[in-house]
């Protein structure tokens, strides 16, 4: 007797062939991280003239700005006797190494050294193409040939007056794939965030998930349901139901957006039917096993309001402290249990396994 595979059927065993049984092919915690990207080495404010020490990718790097005001990021060591050049000082536009007074110029090369009437040639220190784009400082870790600005993630909304944002930060001990995948995983939110972002009927609710150009973009729609209270208790409109539509995208290595869209179909005399939200994620692996994290959450009403703002500040607040908080159990599970474990996956992982698909298809070119 023949038989015909029910769509449900279909959705597994296509999910199935792309399911990580060879765990070699998607990205995990011990995958090389990816250089070639353009990462946030801060916020453009903590950059200025007292030297910031801070680790990008196993690297660790010194930063500070000109008296110009250009920001500059070089390798966090003397290349005489390893002594940490954030220890060191600014004078004018030199950065003097605190051990034996070596002073390099904002290109990395040193310009004079006390204890030698002529500089050797071969003392100067690594320097990192850096930009400041809007309210974040980003770097660039990778082949400084291929260090195109015009690579830099487009993040308009942060600088836009018209779109009111809040933010804070973290530092995580986690690796970003993990984070890459808890971000685009949009099924934990009812119960790892049920009092914020998650409402059972979105967890729920069918989503599409496809690649474009080595981003990952997942889309869901919901309709006539409750907003969730970080949308709803803002804008007032807890009262109602509403259509609800979003998009989350893997960017790249270092960003991950989310934009979402709540339309009311009867809105109260004198407010708006649309609301729309702008999530912005920017982390940069310090190591294989700790993140730099920044959140920025935009909305496109009321700007300034003081009440929103302290809402939406806490709320997602304590929804990211959350995430942060799995994150930091989970990782420590994987490194100190004895025993190994393959982790299952099923069909509405497939967007996170996309999103290792990529990362590791990525680091594996620049292995290559």
Same mark, same amino acid.
């Given at each position: 007797?023949?038989?015909?595979?029910?769509?449900?059927?279909?959705?597994?065993?296509?999910?199935?062939?792309?399911?990580?049984?060879?765990?070699?092919?998607?990205?995990?915690?011990?995958?090389?991280?990816?250089?070639?990207?353009?990462?946030?080495?801060?916020?453009?404010?903590?950059?200025?003239?007292?030297?910031?020490?801070?680790?990008?990718?196993?690297?660790?790097?010194?930063?500070?700005?000109?008296?110009?005001?250009?920001?500059?990021?070089?390798?966090?060591?003397?290349?005489?006797?390893?002594?940490?050049?954030?220890?060191?000082?600014?004078?004018?536009?030199?950065?003097?190494?605190?051990?034996?007074?070596?002073?390099?110029?904002?290109?990395?090369?040193?310009?004079?050294?006390?204890?030698?009437?002529?500089?050797?040639?071969?003392?100067?220190?690594?320097?990192?193409?850096?930009?400041?784009?809007?309210?974040?400082?980003?770097?660039?870790?990778?082949?400084?040939?291929?260090?195109?600005?015009?690579?830099?993630?487009?993040?308009?909304?942060?600088?836009?007056?018209?779109?009111?944002?809040?933010?804070?930060?973290?530092?995580?001990?986690?690796?970003?794939?993990?984070?890459?995948?808890?971000?685009?995983?949009?099924?934990?939110?009812?119960?790892?965030? /049920?009092?914020?972002? &998650?409402? !059972?009927?979105?967890?729920?609710? +069918? *989503?599409?998930?496809? @690649?474009?150009?080595?981003?990952? #973009?997942?889309?869901?729609?919901?309709?006539?349901?409750?907003? /969730?209270?970080?949308? &709803?208790? !803002?804008?007032?409109?807890?009262? +109602? *139901?509403?259509?609800? @539509?979003?998009?989350?995208?893997? #960017?790249?290595?270092?960003?991950?957006?989310?934009?979402?869209?709540?339309?009311?179909?009867?809105?109260?005399?004198?407010?708006?039917?649309?609301?729309?939200?702008?999530?912005?994620?920017?982390?940069?692996?310090?190591?294989?096993?700790?993140?730099?994290?920044?959140?920025?959450?935009?909305?496109?009403?009321?700007?300034?309001?003081?009440?929103?703002?302290?809402?939406?500040?806490?709320?997602?607040?304590?929804?990211?402290?959350?995430?942060?908080?799995?994150?930091?159990?989970?990782?420590?599970?994987?490194?100190?249990?004895?025993?190994?474990?393959?982790?299952?996956?099923?069909?509405?992982?497939?967007?996170?396994?996309?999103?290792?698909?990529?990362?590791?298809?990525?680091?594996?070119?620049?292995?290559?």
């Amino acid at each position: 007797m023949v038989t015909t595979a029910s769509p449900q059927q279909k959705e597994h065993d296509i999910f199935a062939a792309m399911a990580p049984h060879d765990a070699g092919s998607f990205a995990n915690n011990r995958t090389p991280l990816i250089r070639n990207c353009w990462y946030a080495a801060g916020r453009a404010s903590e950059i200025c003239r007292a030297p910031l020490a801070r680790k990008f990718l196993g690297v660790d790097v010194v930063l500070y700005r000109t008296e110009n005001g250009d920001p500059v990021a070089m390798r966090n060591r003397c290349p005489h006797r390893s002594f940490p050049l954030a220890r060191g000082k600014l004078v004018g536009d030199r950065l003097v190494c605190g051990y034996h007074g070596m002073e390099f110029g904002s290109d990395g090369v040193c310009a004079h050294m006390p204890a030698l009437p002529h500089v050797p040639a071969t003392a100067s220190v690594k320097t990192f193409p850096i930009v400041d784009r809007g309210p974040l400082a980003w770097i660039w870790m990778g082949s400084p040939d291929l260090a195109d600005e015009a690579l830099i993630p487009d993040t308009f909304w942060l600088s836009d007056p018209a779109w009111g944002t809040v933010s804070g930060d973290f530092h995580i001990k986690s690796d970003y794939v993990a984070m890459h995948e808890n971000l685009i995983d949009q099924t934990h939110f009812p119960f790892l965030h /049920p009092d914020t972002v &998650g409402t !059972p009927e979105y967890a729920r609710s +069918k *989503l599409t998930a496809s @690649t474009e150009n080595n981003q990952v #973009v997942i889309r869901r729609e919901l309709r006539n349901a409750p907003p /969730p209270g970080v949308y &709803g208790k !803002p804008a007032n409109i807890m009262h +109602k *139901l509403v259509d609800r @539509t979003s998009e989350a995208r893997f #960017v790249s290595p270092a960003l991950h957006t989310a934009y979402a869209r709540v339309s009311v179909a009867d809105p109260d005399p004198g407010e708006p039917s649309l609301y729309r939200y702008n999530i912005t994620h920017v982390f940069t692996p310090e190591t294989n096993d700790s993140i730099h994290y920044w959140w920025f959450n935009s909305r496109d009403y009321l700007p300034g309001d003081a009440a929103i703002d302290t809402f939406m500040l806490e709320a997602h607040t304590q929804a990211y402290s959350e995430d942060v908080e799995a994150l930091e159990w989970i990782n420590e599970v994987v490194r100190t249990d004895g025993e190994e474990q393959f982790d299952l996956s099923f069909a509405p992982d497939k967007p996170g396994l996309m999103a290792r698909r990529v990362m590791y298809r990525l680091a594996m070119a620049e292995q290559g």
